[in-house]
């Protein structure tokens, strides 16, 4: 990953909201890494399904801060946010098959809840991804609209949504293939979101956060936002 590179992929990342990176992990190791998690899941989950969709509590998995440790991990995040960085923490986004649920479309920061959303989500791939196993998708140029409205989801895991009444026709939807191995990285302000999977194939994707230390919270949307979820988890649990 030479300069001229990363700086490639900066200017794409700064017009597009996100940027694709290749081999991040070898397949080897990636592989190695979906077999450790596995385990992992089956262990510490008290036989819940961690696969089904999302586990936000990924830093008990003992490979996680392994893998944040890689190289390219950290000149990827360097070079797109800056060395004033820290770790943001990780989070596991699964669809096991066929049926399993759609991300409803949101900004990571309407869950922050920061002054200006500057931080980014670096979404390795441990298995491969498409528009047909449910694979990430993102509103092009979405982050440059700044946080948009968001209200309460439906969707177990994820309280948040942008607003119906607003409108992103305008933005051309892209969803990247992945091979396993593969990261896509987007911002803390673009739109994304996932459909159902409708193969028989597992997406499996593990997330690496990371924000600007300078980066302030805003208390009053984090009070709101803390109520809603509240709120959403006596829903959503329920149903
Ligand atoms: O993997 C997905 O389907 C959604 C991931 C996501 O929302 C995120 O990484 O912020």
Redo the contacts with the bound molecule.
């Keep these: 990953m030479n300069n001229k590179y990363l700086l490639s992929k900066r200017n794409f990342f700064e017009k597009n909201g996100y940027v694709i990176y290749k081999n991040i992990l070898s397949k080897k190791n990636t592989s190695y890494y979906l077999r450790d998690l596995k385990k992992f899941a089956l262990n510490k989950n008290e036989g819940k399904n961690l696969f089904l969709q999302g586990y936000h509590g990924l830093s008990k998995w003992k490979k996680i801060k392994q893998i944040r440790k890689n190289p390219k991990i950290k000149k990827i995040a360097t070079s797109l946010l800056g060395t004033n960085i820290k770790n943001f923490g990780s ?1 596991l ?1 699964a ?1 096991k098959g066929s049926g399993t649920m759609p ?1 409803p479309l ?1 900004q ?1 920061d309407a869950y922050w809840c920061s002054n200006g959303g500057r931080g980014l ?1 670096l ?1 390795l791939a441990l298995t491969s991804v498409s528009k047909k196993n ?1 694979g ?1 998708f993102y509103l092009q140029g979405s982050h440059k609209k700044g946080l948009m409205p968001h209200q309460m989801a439906k969707t177990k895991k994820f309280s948040q949504t942008i607003k119906k009444s607003i409108n992103i026709n305008k933005y051309k939807k892209i969803s990247p293939v992945l091979n396993k191995g593969d990261c896509v990285v ?1 911002g803390g302000l673009t739109a ?3 459909k159902k999977n409708i193969s028989n194939k597992p997406r499996i ?1 593990i ?1 690496f956060r990371f924000i600007d230390k300078n980066l302030t919270f805003n208390k009053s949307r984090l009070k709101k936002y803390k109520k809603q979820l509240k709120k959403h988890r006596q829903i959503t649990e329920a149903t």
Excluded: L, N, Q
Aim: overall charge negative.
């Design positions: 989070e986004f669809k991300v949101h990571d989500t979404w449910g990430i987007h994304h979101g996932s994707a997330t």
